[in-house]
Structure formats: C-alpha cells, structure tokens
C-alpha cells in the first residue's frame, strides 16, 4: 500500500463544474496536509493547507478532511480551463529525527473542458 | 519579499560527474527540503535542513548530499552521478519543517 494515494487521472470535467479531487493516506499520526498544483513542466503552488477534521474553504477551494477514515479531499467549483493541470496531495510524517518531511501522492491530473 | 529561488535551471551530465544544485530560500525561512521529482512522480524527499544541520532523510544513497549557509541558503550535492538520477530537483522552504512549504521553480537534471 502506498503512503499517499491518489487516482492518477485524467479527470475531465466541463468548464464551469465541481471538480472533486481525493487521496487516501496510511500514517494515522498525519497531521498536516497540503493540496499543491503542478502544471506542466512548472514547481508546485501551494493551494489549500488544512490541520483539523472538516471543511477549509478558500475562494473557489475547498478542503476536506476526515482523520478517522484517513481521506483528503480537494473541491474546485466553477473549474475553468486554467485549472487544468497536476494536482498533489501531500501529507506530513514525523521522522525518527523529530523532524517532518512531506510525502507526496503521485498527483491527478485534471482537465476541465471549455 | 523575495521568493524561493533556484539555480541553474537546466542542467546536462554525463554518468560519473559530479553536480551541485543552489537554493535561496523565502526571506525569513530557516528550513529548506530537497525534492527530486522523475516524470509523471509525485516529489521523493531527499532531505532537510535547518539552521545549517541536516535534521531529516529520505532514501537516497549517501552520494546525495547537502549544505545549509548562515543565509539559510541550500546546496545539493549529487556524486557518481548515474542514469536515474535524471529528474526535477526541487527545493522548498518554510518557516518550521510541519508547515507549509513553499517550491522554487527547480532544476532539471538530465544525465547522458
């Protein structure tokens, strides 16, 4: 089982809708988690962030959060074609070190149709 | 205020050479993470810095080193460079290791 899964995609959806993007962790000590997009050939851009069990909504984004059930969700409503592009889901483990280091799924693509 | 910088942004080697990747990060972090992306991966952690020491690794050989300034700038160090280790270098920063990390625009390393 991988630490971070997620559908690789392609999602298509028609410009305008709700896209629904979603990743399942392992580590139950996970206490952060991110939402990045990637466009091709591009870094990743930190979207959403999100600590606590529930809804995080910023302008058309929204996260979602459910510890017991180890899943994370990303909502976009109102998908426009410039929203075409990787998404990733990151979830933070502790190491042995005290530290944190990120892992990262292996992203979903989306495509929104105009 | 400045944003995460990376230099250069392309790269090409041949099997055996050495490289060194840079990294500025965002004014005020003091934590910087190397990522190395292959093609249609998510990032693999390589490790992390903080206040000059390494404080965290992921799985890569010892051949993959770093370095962290007083500037909290960032060097990646890659030795005996081989084929796979063709991909996307990636650096990030931020203020603490848990919060969030903020990339810079990568290098991408190709190895002939």
């Known amino acids: 089982q991988k630490e971070v899964e997620q559908n690789s995609g392609p999602l298509s959806v028609p410009e305008g809708a709700i896209a629904s993007l979603n990743c399942t962790y392992s580590?139950?000590?996970?206490?952060?988690f991110f939402w990045y997009r990637q466009y091709s050939g591009k870094s990743p851009e930190l979207i959403m962030f999100i600590y606590s069990n529930g809804d995080k909504e910023d302008g058309r984004f929204t996260a979602q959060l459910n510890k017991a059930s180890q899943y994370v969700s990303l909502l976009i409503r109102d998908s426009q074609p410039s929203d075409s592009a990787t998404y990733l889901c990151?979830?933070?483990?502790?190491?042995?070190?005290?530290?944190?280091?990120?892992?990262f799924g292996t992203g979903t693509r989306l495509k929104v149709l105009a | 205020e400045t944003g995460v910088t990376q230099s250069p942004t392309h790269l090409i080697k041949t099997r055996g050479q050495q490289v060194t990747l840079r990294c500025s990060s965002q004014s005020g972090h003091n934590t910087v993470s190397w990522y190395q992306q292959a093609l249609g991966q998510g990032p693999q952690f390589i490790f992390q810095?903080?206040?000059?020491?390494?404080?965290g690794r992921g799985n890569f050989p010892p051949r993959f080193s770093g370095l962290q300034f007083p500037n909290y700038s960032s060097e990646l160090n890659v030795n005996a460079l081989e084929l796979d280790d063709s991909a996307l270098y990636l650096c990030?920063?931020?203020?603490?290791?848990?919060?969030?990390?903020?990339f810079g625009p990568g290098t991408r390393l190709t190895v002939l």
């Open positions: 580590d139950r000590g996970s206490q952060s």
């Open positions: 990030a920063s931020s203020l603490e290791a848990a919060d969030e990390q903020f």
């Open positions: 810095y903080y206040r000059e020491e390494e404080n």
């Open positions: 990151a979830v933070t483990r502790l190491l042995t070190s005290g530290t944190y280091k990120y892992i």
